[in-house]
C-alpha cells in the first residue's frame, strides 16, 4: 500500500532554536507536497507546499527542501517560538490517483519558552 | 463563517447503531474529501468527489461505510451498524479543482468526533 513516513514523532527544542521534520515516500502521480499544522482540538491548516519543479521554498520562518529522486522531503522552522508548538503532518502525492495525497503520521513539536 | 463547517461536531452512539455527518464545503471547491483521523495519526484518506461523482473509495473502507455528494454542494459520509473500531475524527476538507500540472490547497473543517460505546 501507499505509506508516507515522517521522523522523528516527537521532537522537543527550545525557544530560538530550529526544527526539522523529515519524511519519505514511494511513487508519486503528481507534483505537490503540502506541510499541514495543528493544533490541539482544531483542524490541519496548511502552512507552506512545494511543487517537484523547485527544490526548496522558504516562507519567513519556514522552509522545504524536496528531492524527489531520493523521495524525501523536509521541513525546517528557524527561530521558533512557543505558539510553534503543535502536531505537523506531510503529504505525499498518491502514486495512483492525481487528486489525492496520503499523509504522514504526524511530527508532534513542543517549544519549550 | 465561509469555512468548512461539518456537523455534528460531537457524536455519541451505541455500537449497532447507524450515524451520518454532515460536510459543507467552500461554495466555490469542486472537489470533496473524507478523511478519518485518530489518535496520534496523520488523516486517512476515506473517498472523495469533484462535483457529485465519487471518484474514489479507499479499499480500507468496508461496506457499512457510503458518502453522497448528490447536489455537488454538501455531502453526508454514513456509517451503519457502527462498532467501536470505528470511534475516530471523521475530518472533510474541500479544494478548488486542480488541471493537469496543478493542486491545490485542501481546507479542513472541524471534523466530527465520533463515540461508538
Known amino acids: 500500500g501507499e505509506n508516507v513516513e515522517q521522523h522523528p514523532s516527537t521532537l522537543s527544542v527550545q525557544e530560538g532554536d530550529s526544527a526539522v521534520i523529515k519524511c519519505t515516500y514511494s511513487d508519486s502521480a503528481s507534483n505537490y507536497f503540502p506541510w499541514y499544522k495543528q493544533e490541539l482540538g482544531k483542524r490541519p491548516q496548511l502552512i507552506i507546499d512545494?511543487?517537484?519543479?523547485?527544490g526548496e521554498k522558504k516562507d519567513q520562518r519556514i522552509a522545504v527542501t524536496l528531492n524527489k529522486t531520493a523521495k524525501h522531503f523536509s521541513l525546517h522552522i528557524t527561530e521558533t517560538q512557543p505558539e510553534d508548538s503543535a502536531v505537523y503532518f506531510c503529504a505525499a502525492p498518491s502514486k495512483t490517483s492525481y487528486d489525492k495525497v496520503i499523509f504522514g503520521p504526524g511530527t508532534s513539536l513542543s517549544v519549550i519558552p | 463563517d465561509t469555512g468548512v463547517s461539518q456537523d455534528p461536531r460531537h457524536k455519541i452512539t451505541k455500537r449497532g447503531q447507524n450515524v451520518t455527518f454532515r460536510c459543507d464545503p467552500i461554495?466555490?471547491?469542486?472537489?470533496l474529501y473524507w478523511y478519518r483521523q485518530t489518535l496520534g495519526q496523520g488523516p486517512e484518506f476515506l473517498t472523495y468527489?469533484?462535483?457529485?461523482?465519487?471518484?474514489?473509495k479507499s479499499r480500507l473502507l468496508s461496506d457499512r461505510f457510503s458518502a453522497e455528494r448528490p447536489k455537488g454542494s454538501f455531502s453526508t459520509l454514513e456509517i451503519q451498524r457502527t462498532e467501536q473500531g470505528d470511534s475516530a475524527m471523521y475530518l472533510c476538507?474541500?479544494?478548488?479543482?486542480?488541471?493537469?500540472?496543478?493542486?491545490?490547497?485542501?481546507?479542513f473543517g472541524p471534523g466530527t468526533r465520533l463515540t461508538v460505546l
Open positions: 476538507a474541500s479544494s478548488t479543482p486542480s488541471g493537469r500540472a496543478a493542486y491545490n490547497e485542501q481546507f
Open positions: 468527489f469533484q462535483n457529485e461523482a465519487q471518484l474514489e
Open positions: 461554495s466555490e471547491h469542486n472537489r
Open positions: 512545494i511543487r517537484s519543479n523547485v
